[in-house]
């Protein structure tokens, strides 16, 4: 069983930074990919930025330049510095681990950016 406990969430100023991290624990094998999503209110679920266990990323165009995605592989944690944040970036981000062709998710983080 996997579990992700994401944090760091919060209300932010326009042009402000937030820092988020993720834990998995469980069964979680060497090679896997982890990422965040985020999901504004009436939008759908979106890929904000993904990680593999080699360290190859990928962004969202929105967010390129803006965000960087890392990981500790020695803890199972992935991490969501966001930068020069953005009204439109006000979400619930979700944390996510794909494995074995599972997906497994994490309950959410609020992101608010509003002045």
């Known amino acids: 069983q996997v579990q992700l406990v994401e944090s760091g969430g919060g209300l932010v100023q326009p042009g402000g930074s937030l820092r988020l991290s993720c834990a998995a624990s469980?069964?979680?094998?060497?090679?896997?990919?982890m990422g965040w999503y985020r999901q504004a209110p009436g939008k759908q679920r979106e890929l904000v930025a993904g990680?593999?266990?080699?360290?190859?990323?990928n962004y969202a165009d929105s967010v390129k330049g803006r965000f960087t995605i890392s990981r500790d592989n020695a803890k199972n944690t992935v991490y969501l510095q966001m930068n020069s944040l953005k009204p439109e970036d006000t979400a619930v981000y979700y944390c996510?681990?794909?494995?074995?062709?599972?997906?497994?998710w994490g309950k959410g983080t609020l992101v608010t950016v509003s002045s």
């Open positions: 990680i593999t266990n080699g360290g190859m990323t």
């Open positions: 996510n681990l794909k494995v074995l062709a599972k997906d497994y």
């Open positions: 469980g069964s979680i094998f060497s090679i896997n990919i």
